[in-house]
């Protein structure tokens, strides 16, 4: 049986040492923003949550503005949501996705079709 070929764009914002905002973080942050919590995020992901919050940590340390609001668990059980900030910087990393997939469009094609079959 022929596997059929993907195509992945692995776009990351670095900020010092840091990786500001990846493919894995932008999972995270959509993760969080159907969840509701970080723990049903990590979860969904198969990571831990220790995991999930050092990511959301170095993220809201690397933005002007934190990218998700956390509260922590007790009587009302916590929960964590995106920012306006998290929502935007999801809303344009996906838009550049989509920008670099149509401007690639007639190279991808080129190179899909001088893969091995």
């Given at each position: 049986m022929a596997v059929k070929p993907r195509v992945q764009f692995r776009l990351r914002v670095s900020k010092g040492d840091d990786i500001a905002v990846g493919p894995g973080?932008?999972?995270l942050l959509e993760a969080i923003a159907r969840s509701g919590s970080i723990t049903g995020a990590a979860q969904a992901l198969g990571m831990s949550?220790?995991?999930?919050w050092l990511l959301i940590d170095t993220m809201n340390r690397c933005f002007v503005r934190p990218?998700?609001?956390a509260e922590a668990g007790g009587r009302r059980g916590g929960g964590a949501?995106?920012?306006r900030s998290g929502e935007e910087v999801v809303r344009r990393y996906r838009r550049v996705e989509q920008h670099a997939a149509r401007a690639g469009r007639e190279d991808l094609r080129a190179i899909l079709r001088l893969l091995r079959r």
């Open positions: 973080k932008i999972d949550y220790r995991r999930a990218v998700v609001d949501r995106l920012t």
